[in-house]
């Protein structure tokens, strides 16, 4: 372990390269560059030269992230020029006024090319559009940011809310019917989805682990503004459904489950074990419990977990998916996407501050995590970080840099989580 005078001057040589990188590979490079201030909104689909590829759609998903970024970023720039408080506005004014749906409540998932929305919600995208407008209120204290917040979560509370077995069902039709199988589906050919797959990818019917994280997520920030008790219950009640029926005692999470929350046997995705043990931790937070032993002995037994099966100890990094226990093994298994690397450091920082005077592992698998990032995932040409790279770290040749899944989120989270925390 280093000195604590040499420690000190990494930190702040680390922090320096961090905030670079944030603002010239995420802010920089999204920001105005996707404001649509003809339609509203953010355009979504960037080409790896960062030209805009003419594709009209929005996804809730997409719009709900980068007017987040927007107002994370504006209120650690202190800066009186900076156009980051008007972007998230701008973004937050689009999700109220084109993705509200006046007649039957909720957000639209998507809306199509010709502007019409989808005819399909879903939990996950509602839990993001709580996070922006939480977000967006926490900058701005503007009513109409909180007030999108308070609806969706009181539509989701009505709607989706499993008052027989706890948790959330996930996919739900315009009126906020739990869609239970194909038969009540929308076509999945004329939208894009896979067959008996819903937005995300989760069959129809089932609970999955990624949209009940992201729920914890929005409720924990959105929580931190407006303290209200039923939703304090329903954060806690989140908590605890992943300590106790999504995180597996070995360390990792489950991925998907029946209604009742009966384990359906997975794979392991090594960025969400991860991401998730960051999220436990500001849950905590928000629940007023930051020194929760429980919460930190799961979140470390996470990244142990994860580290353990999901690092790559040849090239440095973290690899998608694979077993729970063996690891990946095909090489599909083993590329390494941004959102990955990005929640990796975050986490391992976290826990560096955490435990770091008992061990050097998180901070030492740290600085490998960042040495990969800074050596692969940083486009050199065209700046921006890559989509995915190859265990060795390779990008694929003309890959988007943007579209309705790729966006600034957790990089640009992490990175100014960690320039914060450093």
Not at 348 to 356: A, T, V
Not at 386 to 409: C, F, M, N, V
Request: net charge negative.
């Amino acid at each position: 372990m280093q000195n604590e005078t040499s420690l000190q001057a990494t930190y702040h040589r680390i922090a320096i390269a961090v905030e670079a990188n944030l603002k010239q590979h995420v802010l920089n490079t999204w920001f105005p560059r996707s404001v649509d201030e003809d339609y509203g909104g953010f355009n979504q689909f960037f080409r790896e030269d960062w030209s805009q590829e003419e594709i009209a759609t929005r996804s809730l998903v997409y719009q709900s992230r980068l007017t987040w970024v927007a107002a994370k970023a504006a209120k650690r720039c202190a800066d009186k020029d900076s156009y980051f408080p008007a972007i998230a506005m701008h973004g937050m004014r689009f999700l109220r006024e084109t993705f509200w749906d006046e007649a039957n409540g909720g957000l639209h998932w998507a809306l199509n090319a010709n502007g019409c929305p989808m005819p399909f919600k879903h939990t996950y995208g509602i839990a993001f559009a709580i996070y922006a407008s939480a977000a967006t209120f926490d900058l701005t204290l503007n009513d109409s940011s909180l007030g999108l917040a308070r609806n969706a979560f009181a539509w989701l509370d009505k709607h989706a809310f499993d008052f027989e077995n706890g948790g959330y069902f996930e996919a739900l039709d315009v009126t906020g019917k739990p869609i239970r199988g194909p038969e009540d589906a929308p076509d999945s050919l004329v939208y894009g989805l896979r067959p008996g797959k819903d937005a995300i990818g989760t069959v129809y019917g089932l609970k999955s682990m990624n949209t009940h994280i992201h729920l914890l997520e929005a409720f924990s920030a959105l929580y931190e503004v407006w303290p209200l008790p039923k939703l304090g219950s329903r954060l806690h009640h989140l908590y605890d459904t992943l300590m106790e029926k999504v995180i597996h005692p070995d360390g990792y999470l489950h991925l998907y489950f029946q209604p009742d929350w009966t384990v359906i046997p997975s794979e392991d995705s090594y960025g969400h074990d991860i991401e998730t043990a960051f999220l436990l931790v500001e849950a905590a937070q928000a629940l007023d419990i930051p020194d929760d032993s429980r919460t930190w002995k799961i979140a470390r037994q996470i990244v142990d977990h994860t580290l353990s099966v999901g690092w790559d100890e040849t090239y440095s990094g973290l690899y998608g998916d694979g077993d729970p226990v063996t690891g990946p093994t095909r090489p599909d298994q083993k590329r390494k996407g941004w959102w990955e690397q990005a929640e990796s450091l975050n986490a391992l920082l976290l826990m560096h501050e955490r435990f770091g005077s008992e061990t050097d592992r998180y901070w030492n698998a740290f600085l490998k995590q960042w040495a990969f990032i800074e050596a692969h995932q940083v486009d050199p040409k065209y700046g921006g970080w890559y989509h995915t790279l190859s265990r060795e770290g390779i990008p694929p040749p003309g890959a988007r840099k943007s579209d309705a899944w790729t966006d600034p989120y957790h990089q640009g989270r992490a990175l100014m989580n960690v320039a914060d925390r450093l």
